[in-house]
């Protein structure tokens, strides 16, 4: 495909709905038929290009002619307003090296494999008391609200240090669960008083810890970053909000869509109840087949760049579709089926290359316990509605269901 040949037809809409919450907007299997790259007319007026096979994805991603910087004249924001908040407040996701090179330097030094692994204990610790809660209320219950959203959103404060017996606690999470993040943020100004309003509540932490550390997350970056000047109080502020954010969402919609995907699936249901240790090659399963942070990854061309027989020139806006890549049939046979036995190609749901997702073995780790433990103690669990009657979020930072109705 020649630059000419792309830009000959009319491009299309984007985002694209999807038609199955369990795979990708039908389109992204057409796009792929037609060649790796696409042209795509955005909500707000700009242009952009989608690349849509897995390697093309993944080199784009490793591409250092490839900027995250939000500053870029055609980023492809995707909600209006969105390229100007985020040129404000400046989230370390859309920067690029060096800048982007020292906070996530920082936050890969509270997240290793070691750390993640002795947060094991209190991630089962605070699913089972959510368990434990949904059992004596009784069914039904809405699992979004009441489960994925409260794991997630503890797991999250307790990663900071921030524990359910913290005063600080319920302001966090209420701040999470209000209107304006309930609703997905999908509009730019939503997600502006969203961060807003959690970095105030995290602005109030942070000079809480300065008066008195403790053994925590945020009280180490507080001594160790803040006070040593590696870090100055906004930025810090901003990081945090940043981060309890997307991993609160994207885990949320993604343990929701995982149960719904399960209920819907009862032969692989029935296959993880005779074998619990099939859980985490499920859980990569479901990660690569739901891909709910689809277009997370914005980028702007800062050279001409060749991606396959196109040239993407520079200046330009690129979204590399993580579930495109993760549904490419020259790499994934039989894309759409949730295979746990499936080897060799890994997926990209938390994207690749320097902004790969830093908190993807937390996420890992609260996936698989969340989704073993449910099973494991309601083997009866069912959903109360059939699957055409759920609603979906397409807005935001990753899809999930509005609700899942559930009873045992």
């Not at 042209?39 to 007026?45: R, Y």
């Not at 690349?51 to 080199?59: D, I, L, N, Q």
């Not at 991630?123 to 794991?151: K, S, Y």
């Not at 692989?268 to 859980?283: C, I, K, T």
Request: proline share 6%.
């Amino acid at each position: 495909m020649t630059e000419h040949d792309a830009g000959e037809t009319a491009p299309r809409n984007f985002p694209m709905t999807r038609g199955c919450p369990f795979s990708p907007p039908e389109e992204y299997a057409e796009l792929r038929r037609l060649g790796p790259v696409a042209q795509v007319m955005l909500p707000t007026g700009r242009r952009a290009w989608v690349v849509t096979g897995y390697r093309e994805v993944r080199a784009v991603l490793a591409d250092p002619r490839v900027s995250a910087d939000v500053r870029h004249p055609q980023f492809p924001a995707l909600v209006p307003g969105e390229q100007e908040v985020g040129a404000r407040t400046r989230p370390f996701i859309r920067m690029d090296p060096p800048e982007h090179t020292r906070f996530r330097r920082m936050l890969l030094a509270e997240m290793t494999v070691r750390r993640t692994r002795r947060m094991r204990r209190g991630v089962q610790r605070i699913v089972d008391e959510r368990v434990d809660e949904l059992l004596a209320g009784g069914p039904p219950v809405d699992l979004v609200t009441h489960f994925a959203h409260t794991v997630s959103s503890t797991v999250m404060c307790e990663l900071i240090g921030v524990r359910r017996a913290d005063p600080w606690f319920r302001r966090i999470t209420g701040t999470l669960g209000s209107q304006v993040f309930g609703g997905g943020a999908s509009t730019a100004q939503g997600a502006a008083e969203g961060i807003g309003a959690l970095s105030a509540v995290i602005d109030g932490v942070v000079a809480d810890r300065e008066q008195a550390p403790g053994d925590d997350m945020l009280s180490r970056l507080v001594t160790e970053r803040l006070h040593t000047g590696e870090i100055s109080r906004e930025e810090l502020v901003t990081t945090l909000a940043i981060l309890v954010v997307a991993g609160w969402e994207t885990t949320t919609n993604q343990l929701a869509l995982s149960v719904l995907a399960l209920l819907e699936n009862p032969g692989l249901l029935a296959r993880l109840r005779a074998d619990p240790a099939a859980f985490p090659a499920a859980v990569e399963e479901l990660l690569r087949v739901l891909s709910v942070g689809d277009s997370i990854a914005l980028r702007t061309a800062t050279e001409d760049i060749h991606v396959g027989d196109h040239v993407i020139p520079a200046g330009e806006g690129i979204i590399p579709l993580l579930a495109s890549a993760n549904h490419d049939e020259s790499v994934f046979q039989e894309a759409e089926t949730i295979d746990m036995d499936r080897q060799g190609k890994q997926h990209v749901a938390f994207s690749y290359g320097i902004h790969q997702c830093v908190g993807q073995n937390l996420a890992r780790l609260e996936l698989v316990t969340a989704l073993s433990t449910l099973v494991d103690r309601i083997p009866t669990l069912r959903a109360v509605a059939p699957l055409h009657t759920v609603r979906f979020r397409h807005e935001g930072i990753a899809f999930g269901p509005e609700q899942v109705l559930v009873t045992w």
